[in-house]
């Protein structure tokens, strides 16, 4: 055995097996297109309101 060669000891197995990560719970997809969607028309409708107030004499 070469003096360099680090001595590693085996390393044993867990004691307790790691838990499988569970299956991803569906997300409701729906409610966040419908939130953007909500949020899209109301920053469109305020800049139509603050262009149309503007324009106003």
Known sequence: MN???EVHAP????AVPPEPP???RP???WMGSVL???LVALVGGAAWYLVKR????
């Open 36 to 38: 953007a969607l909500l």
């Open 54 to 57: 503007a324009n106003d004499p």
């Open 3 to 5: 003096p360099h060669e």
């Open 27 to 29: 997300r409701r997809r």
């Open 22 to 24: 569970r299956a991803p």
């Open 11 to 14: 390393v044993p197995p867990p």
